[in-house]
Every structure is written in C-alpha cells, then in structure tokens.
C-alpha cells in the first residue's frame, strides 16, 4: 500500500486533472484561471507511458513503448481525480503521509506506480502542449506546487544558504550575555538584544562559494541585495517578500534606481522556483522549462508558463516570505570573533505563504 503526503497526493491529482480536461489553463498573477488562455495538452510522459487525451472523442489512449495498450474515456480520470480531491481532504487531517487505496487502485490501471513522478524525472510533470497562438508544440516540464497541504519551501535551507556577517558595537560581556540566551523564541531575542547593546551588522561573506556564484547569475549583487532581505527579516521581523522589497528600496544600500532591487528580488524567486539550488553549479537555465502548476483549494489546477513570466514572478513575490529554520542544524544566530572582530551568521530560506 502507498503511503505519501498530501503534497504528493496532490501531484498525482493534477496528473489525473489534467488528463480529463485535455487542457492546462493559465493563471494571472492572482492565481486565477484566465478562461482565455490555456494550452492543449498533446500528452504526458510518465514512467514510460504517453497519455494523450482526446477531446474529440473524450478518451485517453495509453502508450508503452509506441504501442497503444489501452484506451479509457476521459469521465473515468474526471471521476478519479474528484474522488481522489475528496479523500485528500478526508484523510490527511493531522496526518504526515496517509494511503488512498481508491487512487492506488486507477494509478496501477494506467500503469502508474505512484501519485508522484519518480525522482529520477527532473520535472514533476512532462507534458507536450500546443501553444494555440503561435502553433509550436514541444514537450516541457513542469514543477507542481499544492496549496492543499503545508506551505511548502522556495529556496531550502542549509549550511550552503548561511551568510557570516560582521557585528559592531558589542562588547566581550554583551556577546556571552547574547549567546547565553536559549528561550524558546532565541533567534528573535539574540537579534534583539543585539540591537539593544547598539550593535549592527555588516554584511561580510556567503559562505558557500557555489551559492554565491549562483546568486551572481542573476546579478553581481545580488549576494548584497541578499543579505540586506536577511537583515531586514532577522533585525526588523520584515518577513514578506514584497515588503523585502519595499523596504530595501528605501534604505537603497546600492544606490541604484528603486525598482533594481523588486527586479532582481523577482528573479531570485523565479530562479529558485525553476532550477536554482544553493549546493548545485547552476547554468543560468530553468530545470522545470514548462514552469509551475498549481493545485489549488478549490481543486483547480492552473499553470505559470514561462511564456507568462511577468504573472509568474507577480505570484511568487505575493506568495512567499523569509523563514528561519533550525539554528542547531544549520549553525547560525551565535556571535563569534576572529581577532578583534565578531561575526554571526544568518541563514537564507525562502517558504511560501
């Protein structure tokens, strides 16, 4: 028996979703459908299969190695997908992973052995669509992200994601009376007491070298721009990105034009969103070259093409925010010297709302 998250779960449903519909619709940067535009799906690979819906006689024919070994009608995937929708709802109160034994059942019919995409696919999702207003057809894929279980994570954390700073003003007293501190809420209050004993940061280093050259393919700066979203979200509790963005406008540390910091703050996330990672050589191109599919509460599923880019990383600055994990795992939020000087470090995630 399967047992999966609701995160996975709903993978599998936007599989099911989109197989009954024959189409993907587009979404505006709200989240919602544009009843206008959407793309044709041609069909979807998945462990070997090729699905190709039919909406002129509302079939899907099932594919294996070029050979046709089933067709099923396009109302049997409608009725599995709603089943499926309604049995994550169902099960997955206070639960991690949970079977559904229904889904189970119709994944293995059609010769799918799990709701989610193995991982040795890159993409969540490859689908071959017809782009209606040019007429090019080509297989993309896509990245799936679920608004039906927890929020889950942009930019994952790790010691690659950690940015040293330099802390002024502190005396030897202040810093082990601040790294004394263990309450349950210690990063909040280290950053307060920092700023109480009139220190303040500076930013110094990335620590990762792979990280920060992957931050400047997107800008030479953007390692600056970086550490000041850190400092806005560690020193001021800022924690939304949209607000990240107002705010480092304002303060201007590069005294650039004012939308150069909301730019390249768009770009990191759509990077981090389509093949970005911190611990990887990254070349600059998108790993999920289709873009993102969302499933939402309602049950719609919806895409950012990457032909509607500007939506896309509309949504992404509305929907994510500055999180802070383990400080313990990740080595962070503690005041140490070098010579004369005091640093601490800072660690970069980036989770959705």
């Known amino acids: 028996m399967i047992k999966v998250n609701k995160g996975e779960w709903s ?13 993907l619709y587009a979404a505006d940067e709200n989240k919602e459908r544009m009843q206008d535009k959407y793309f044709p799906i041609i069909r979807i690979l998945r462990e070997g299969h090729e699905y190709l819906p039919n909406t002129s006689n509302a079939n899907v024919d099932i594919y294996l190695n070029d050979v046709k070994i089933q067709t099923l009608p396009m109302a049997d995937f409608k009725t599995a997908a709603h089943d499926m929708f309604i049995d994550i709802g169902r099960l997955a109160k206070g639960k991690g992973s949970f079977a559904i034994p229904d889904a189970e059942t119709f994944f293995q019919k059609i010769g799918a052995t799990t709701p989610k995409a193995p991982s040795t696919e890159k993409a969540d999702l490859n689908v071959e669509i017809h782009d209606v207003q040019t007429g090019f057809q080509n297989i993309v894929g896509f990245s799936i992200k679920s608004d039906l279980g927890a929020a889950p994570t942009l930019l994952n954390p790790g010691r690659t994601t950690n940015f040293t700073f330099e802390v002024a003003g502190l005396s030897p007293s202040d810093i082990a009376e601040i790294n004394a501190i263990d309450s349950t809420r210690k990063i909040i209050d280290k950053m307060d007491a920092i700023n109480a004993a009139g220190g303040e940061l500076f930013f110094h280093s990335t620590d990762n070298e792979i990280f920060e050259e992957n931050l400047m393919m997107i800008d030479s700066q953007m390692p600056v721009i970086v550490a000041e979203m850190l400092k806005g979200f560690y020193c001021r509790r800022t924690k939304e990105c949209t607000l990240l963005a107002d705010e480092i406008a304002s303060i201007n540390p590069l005294r650039r034009r004012k939308d150069f910091y909301l730019h390249n703050i768009k770009e990191l996330l759509c990077a981090s969103a389509l093949g970005l990672k911190p611990a990887t050589e990254w070349d600059g191109d998108d790993e999920a070259n289709g873009g993102y599919i969302i499933v939402k509460t309602d049950g719609d599923v919806v895409a950012y093409h990457i032909a509607n ?10 929907e994510t925010r500055l999180d802070s994990p383990s400080t313990s795992r990740y080595g962070y939020c503690e005041l140490y010297s070098e010579g004369d000087k005091t640093f601490i470090k800072l660690n970069l995630q980036i989770r959705f709302c």
């Open 11 to 23: 993978e599998g449903y936007a599989f099911l979703k989109l197989l009954a519909d024959g189409k």
């Open 309 to 318: 880019r500007k939506f896309f990383k509309e949504y992404l600055l509305r």
